[in-house]
């Protein structure tokens, strides 16, 4: 099946306002507890993207106008609160189908990588994403390492893979997945990232066109990158056969 193809989205420039209902205290009080719940923990993520995980929940509830005592109804304490942030930023910035899309060999390798990362950008270029990934290694928690180990596996073995086959190389069942390969394939990955973090994090002046910076990025990586993995891959396999 063909990768649809999203509409291109501009990247906010600021984090969005707290999304609360303009509703009666009364109507408040009969919003159903999962509804509620879905409610703080939305406003949550935006909240800890902004000032950073050490926000205070005091503060969270009265940007909700809600009393502090009602987010603990919900959440038991700040940390079960930030974890399932941490959930929600992990499942909610992913497309499963990524994977299917790369292996899909009815389109070249290049088109297929200008669909995932098109799409990659659409869900990841944004405020919240690239600060609560950054806040997560500045706090020294494990919610990044576990989103770039999920990158690792699901997405970078399956351009390893298909580059490899592309061009008749050894399968990863012969040679698995290289540090090589991963850097090749990360610092391709990573340009997203590079731009969000010049925009959100650095207030540095960032490209308008994304999608524009990562299309070159791709190409480029097409252009270079079978010949440097052939090489290195021959270069293995040399070493192996000297050493028995």
Not at 86 to 110: M, Q, T, V
Not at 162 to 176: N, Q, T, V, Y
Request: net charge positive; charged share 25%; aromatic share 12%.
């Amino acid at each position: 099946m063909e990768p649809r193809q999203p509409k291109e989205q501009k990247p906010e420039a600021a984090p969005r306002e707290a999304v609360v209902p303009a509703a009666s205290a009364r109507t408040r009080h009969r919003m159903a507890p999962q509804d509620r719940e879905r409610l703080i923990l939305d406003n949550a993520l935006r909240f800890f993207a902004e000032r950073g995980l050490a926000g205070e929940t005091r503060e969270l509830a009265r940007r909700l106008g809600v009393t502090q005592s009602l987010i603990y109804r919900y959440f038991p304490s700040k940390d079960v609160l930030i974890d399932r942030v941490y959930d929600k930023w992990f499942n909610e910035y992913w497309n499963p189908a990524w994977a299917d899309w790369i292996s899909e060999r009815r389109l070249s390798l290049e088109e297929r990588l200008l669909a995932f990362y098109r799409d990659y950008v659409r869900l990841c270029h944004n405020y919240e994403w690239v600060r609560l990934f950054a806040f997560s290694g500045l706090d020294g928690l494990p919610h990044h390492v576990r989103y770039v180990m999920r990158n690792r596996e699901e997405i970078f073995t399956r351009i390893a893979s298909e580059l490899r086959h592309d061009h008749g190389l050894p399968g990863l069942d012969e040679i698995p997945l290289t540090e090589f390969e991963h850097d090749q394939i990360w610092a391709l990955h990573a340009t997203q990232f590079y731009v969000g973090q010049r925009r959100w994090l650095f207030g540095l002046a960032a490209p308008s066109d994304v999608n524009g910076v990562v299309a070159t990025r791709v190409h480029g990586f097409m252009t270079a990158a079978p010949a440097l993995i052939k090489a290195h891959l021959a270069s293995l396999k040399a070493k192996r056969s000297v050493n028995g």
